[in-house]
DNA sequence: CTGAAAGCGCTTACAG
DNA sequence: CTGAAAGCGCTTACAG
């Protein structure tokens, strides 16, 4: 029945088959209304028999408009970065935009070669979470023309456009918070990846409350976004007696690996140590105790964001549009 | 300096302004060293003042073969989905593939049409994890030629190269644990999804061994794979008076939400409920109490996976590969 | 309502 | 070492 002969049916197989013009297929499957109710009928049938699939790469070359949607994220999908590309997935997928996934890595020349390739397939929209955008970078978004959109950070001074909460802001009222708790001596434990722009402001954040506190005494510390690497750094903390008072992870995963570790080592939190998490996904929740956190309406961003992605993909030359979401302190029993 | 009257620089405008044929450019950017030193040089200037970046849409309709990866999952992050799909993200990227992220949704119509999607995209290889595969699904594999890698099932009768475990004999093996630790009335919670592939096999499993027990009681219900809902779950069965004496999560958010909903209503676990989980992921390993569940793994599946991704972008036509890899009951606290 | 012509941006042989 | 010709699979005006 259908074409065994070694290659996949083209729209000139469907004409052939249909006794019609290649662009009579063309219009059946765009502009069905404006074609004869029986050729269509024919055009229908003959798709149907050989399992035709448009091409859609030589369909976007020719419409100059694609319906891919770059996202660059942190590979982590236990955190905050795998909730927001969830929510964001489908909700895209539900508008049939397709997403391509990029993960960043630890390199600026890898980032940078990433931003290339995810502007070679001329997607209607780059989305990154956070990532520092070198120079390199800010130049490939202006030369692609393709509408930007950071998620997570609100950034009056974005490239594009921007749906997200002020990390610094919230980093410093996390401190705030441990500080008017009564620890005195706060560590700090993140990624000190200088390429992730949440640590960047996050660190800022910090520094702003430890620095406004006398008397109150910061430290940070690098750890791997795991629960594992969490477990460890208590561990390690433990063994060289400098366990501090308070923990300030910025890893919601770190933040649950070092509280199992407190309970395995008989360490009591929040009275020998209080654990914070600066994510604040359903994790910290659903922990034992609860992980004190940020309340911030992550399905928002990622609703809001997916609203924006939309709307530049339909519209590439509006304006671009900022949204700043409110995020606030959400105890929880490890403070 | 670079061009700025509206649209991206295409190679014929390298061409015009290296003073060379496009075809020279196409060159210097696939087979530098067919391409004179000199010449070589004065075109990389150009691309580098105008910032051009191949258009890969155009590029691999003509090479007939795009570096593109087609990745169908469902759309959950946060367990063994989210946990194979970042490892698989990071390795494919190294490898200069492409991950092109589809949910699965629960219908039927949508899945097929997900499918046409991405067969239309020409990927060098399309990915399954946990779908059940229609017949017009099949169809369109077969018509696609593209090569197909199931993920997480090993099923010895894959249409495409497979690497997983055997899903009935794990939800068996944790079915008889239970039995053989002397729980009596057992409830299977899952998400009864028929286009789960995971979830058929696996209540297959935990049919057999129910039925092999004599004396004991199974029960199935219907959860959705989330925190929210394992602890919503509990709240339901104690109310209803209810409660088994073990039960049998199909998802590790499911067994993590119950666990934290026993312990806030003072359900002694094990002593009053057993909770044991399939998925196996490091989540339930950071639990407290930590939770019994399966032994796989997690990394293999997909670095094996990837491995066999790889082997088959760049060897279309060889032969499948079926790779099972062995599962055990981790006991955990909670049985 | 349908089709002949031209072209999207690139690459693949082939000729020189 | 470089280029003129043809074509990948589709669509966009335009003409009839």
Redesign the interface.
């Known amino acids: 029945m259908?074409d065994d002969r070694g290659?996949?049916?083209r729209m000139a197989d469907i004409a052939r088959e249909a006794n019609v013009n290649r662009i009579t297929v063309s219009r059946a499957l765009s502009r069905p209304e404006l074609v004869a109710k029986d050729t269509l009928k024919r055009i229908e049938a003959a798709i149907a028999r050989?399992?035709?699939?448009?091409?859609?790469?030589?369909r976007?070359?020719k419409t100059e408009r694609?319906r891919i949607v770059s996202l660059a994220a942190p590979?982590?999908?236990?955190g905050v970065y795998?909730?927001i590309?969830?929510l964001l997935?489908?909700a895209l997928?539900r508008d049939g935009l397709?997403?391509?996934?990029?993960?960043l890595?630890d390199s600026i020349a890898q980032r940078e070669a990433?931003m290339?390739?995810m502007?070679?397939?001329?997607p209607a929209v780059i989305v990154i979470m956070s990532s520092v955008l070198t120079g390199p970078m800010r130049?490939?978004l202006?030369?692609?023309?393709t509408p930007f959109v950071e998620l997570l950070s609100y950034d009056p001074d974005s490239l594009g456009s921007c749906v997200g909460f002020n990390n610094q802001q919230a980093a410093r009222m996390l401190t705030e918070h441990l500080v008017s708790r009564g620890y005195q001596r706060i560590t700090y434990a993140h990624s000190a990846n200088p390429l992730n722009a949440l640590n960047v402001t996050r660190l800022e954040g910090f520094t702003d409350a430890i620095d406004a506190a006398p008397g109150v005494e910061g430290r940070e510390l690098r750890v791997a976004p795991?629960?594992?690497d969490g477990?460890r750094l208590i561990e390690t903390l433990l063994a060289d007696d400098k366990l501090p008072d308070a923990l300030l992870c910025a890893s919601d995963m770190v933040a649950?690996?070092a509280l199992?570790a407190c309970?395995r080592l008989g360490i009591d939190v929040p009275g020998r140590l209080a654990i914070c998490a600066v994510d604040g996904t359903?994790?910290t929740?659903?922990?034992?105790p609860s992980i004190t956190s940020l309340d911030f309406p992550l399905e928002r961003v990622a609703e809001v964001g997916a609203e924006e992605i939309r709307r530049l993909a339909a519209h590439p030359d509006s304006n671009l549009r900022r949204v700043e979401v409110e995020a606030s302190v959400r105890p929880g029993e490890t403070t």
Request: contains cysteine; aromatic residues 6%; hydrophobic residues 35%.
């Open positions: 259908s290659r996949r049916p050989s399992g035709y699939i448009p091409n859609q790469a030589a976007g070359m694609s590979a982590q999908m236990s795998g909730a590309s969830e997935t489908e997928h397709i997403i391509n996934h990029f993960p890595t990433a290339r390739e502007a070679g397939w001329c130049e490939m202006r030369v692609a023309r795991s629960y594992a477990a649950v690996g199992e309970r359903e994790l929740d659903v922990a034992h």
